[in-house]
C-alpha cells in the first residue's frame, strides 16, 4: 500500500487517469488486503489497516468509474458497492461508521479517511502504519486545520469550518467539549470560546 501511495499520489491528489491506464497495481493491493485479518483489540494495527482499506477502496471505486468529476456521480459507491476486505465483504461507509468511528472514539478519523473529493482532507502520499498511526493521525488533524478546513476571522469571531464538523458535530463534542476546544488543540491562532460557527458547502468534485 505504501509503494502504491508513494507512486500515484502527489499534493495529496491522485493520479486516476494513470491507475486507470494500469490496474494492476491497485488490484493487487486490494486483493492482498483482502486475505488480511485485524483485530480490534490490536487497535493500531486495526485502525491503520481499515483507513488504508478505505482510501485504497475510494480510489477503486473511482477508477471502475472512471473518467467521472465527482465520487458521486457513482451512485452507492458509499453505501451500496461492496469490497472485499480484511476477511469481509463491506462498504465503505460501513468502515467508517462501524469498524472506526463505531469501535473508537477519536474525531481525527475525519482527517484521514478520504472519500475523493476536494472537500476531503488531503490524501497522504504513504501508507498509515501501526507505530507510526497516532503521529500520523496528529499530523493530519493539524495540517487540515490549519488549511482548506477551516477559516478564521479573528476580528469578526466567526469560523468558517467544513461541513464534516457539521456533520459530525457528536464527534467533536465528545467528553463534554465544544467544536471550538477541538479547533483550539490543532489551530496555530487561538479562537475565542465564544466565536460563531458556520459551515461552508462540501466540494464534490473530483481530487485528481
Avoid at 169 to 195: C, R, V
Wanted: proline share 2%; with cysteine; glycine share 6%.
Amino acid at each position: 500500500a505504501d509503494t502504491f501511495f508513494k507512486a500515484h499520489v502527489a499534493n495529496g491528489k491522485v493520479a486516476y487517469s494513470k491507475i486507470h491506464a494500469s490496474q494492476d497495481e491497485l488490484n493487487n493491493v486490494l486483493k492482498i488486503a483482502e486475505g488480511i485479518s485485524v483485530s480490534k483489540s490490536d487497535a493500531n494495527n486495526y485502525q491503520a489497516f481499515w483507513i488504508n482499506a478505505y482510501n485504497l477502496s475510494v480510489i477503486k471505486g473511482i477508477i471502475d468509474n472512471y473518467p467521472t468529476n465527482s465520487p458521486l456521480d457513482n451512485k452507492g459507491i458509499f453505501d451500496k458497492t461492496t469490497y472485499s476486505l480484511g476477511g469481509k465483504k463491506i462498504t465503505l461507509n460501513d468502515i467508517e461508521h462501524k469498524l472506526l468511528r463505531g469501535n473508537f472514539k477519536d474525531a481525527r478519523f475525519h482527517f484521514v479517511l478520504v472519500c475523493g473529493a476536494l472537500g476531503c482532507p488531503p490524501l497522504i502520499n504513504q501508507a498509515y502504519l501501526p507505530n507510526t498511526l497516532n503521529a500520523q493521525l496528529e499530523k493530519q488533524t493539524k495540517t487540515a486545520m490549519n488549511g482548506s478546513f477551516l477559516k478564521v476571522n479573528t476580528k469578526k469571531n466567526r469560523v468558517q469550518a467544513s461541513q464534516i464538523m457539521e456533520w459530525y458535530k457528536e464527534d467533536f463534542t465528545m467528553n463534554g467539549k465544544t467544536e471550538i476546544d477541538f479547533i483550539n488543540q490543532y489551530t496555530e491562532t487561538a479562537i475565542s470560546k465564544d466565536a460563531k460557527i458556520n459551515y461552508k458547502d462540501y466540494h464534490w468534485a473530483l481530487n485528481e
